[in-house]
């Protein structure tokens, strides 16, 4: 047995990673307009920008073959009630509550998806995929320590800090993670 993940599981991984990068550059994008304070408004930007890239750039690595629909494996599935919440936060501007469940939850969880794939590559036959994931996994390095300085400054008092900590169970709760 090789541990290489066979074409189809790559697919499937690939395609949920897109999937909630895309989600990430809605709920992001829609939020940064509407946060308060303009260092989380230019951060949240940027994340999407960059998600809505690294999307487009893993979805060229899904299979090309006859019968097979990339977007059949581009979905949030279970996830979907997670993004709801997400989202909700985003639109009715709570940035302590976005930030945190985007640094606490979806960064790592972003980072679990990577690691799996990388884990199940074939660095000859996923070549191309392997570039790309070290692509997504330096942004993402990038951006957890500069949300966790945001969600700092944020949270310097016990109220925006106790309601990050209630967001983060709910949104943990709601997404399965």
């Known amino acids: 047995m090789s541990g290489f993940h066979d074409a189809d599981a790559t697919a499937d991984l690939v395609g949920e ?4 990068l895309r989600q990430l550059h809605r709920v992001l994008g829609a ?7 303009p260092s989380v408004c230019v951060f949240l930007d940027e994340r999407a920008l960059e998600h809505a890239w690294q ?15 990339p977007e059949v494996v581009c979905v949030l599935g279970a996830l979907a009630p997670g993004f709801d919440l997400l ?5 009715a501007g709570d940035e302590v509550g976005l930030l945190a469940g985007y640094v606490s939850l979806l960064l790592p969880f972003l980072e679990h998806l990577v690691t799996q794939l990388e884990r199940g590559a074939s660095p000859a036959a996923d070549r191309a ?9 330096s942004d993402l390095d990038a951006s957890r320590p500069a949300g966790d300085e945001l969600l700092d400054l944020l949270v310097a008092e016990d109220g925006p800090a106790a309601h990050a900590g209630r967001v983060v169970a709910d949104l943990g709760s709601s997404l399965g993670i």
């Open 87 to 91: 989202s909700s936060l985003g639109t």
């Open 129 to 137: 995929l392997l570039r790309c994931l070290r692509l997504v996994r």
């Open 31 to 37: 939020a940064a307009p509407v946060v308060a304070h």
């Open 17 to 20: 990673l897109v999937a909630v």
């Open 55 to 69: 999307a487009e750039l893993l979805v060229e690595r899904l299979p090309r073959r006859a019968g097979f629909d």
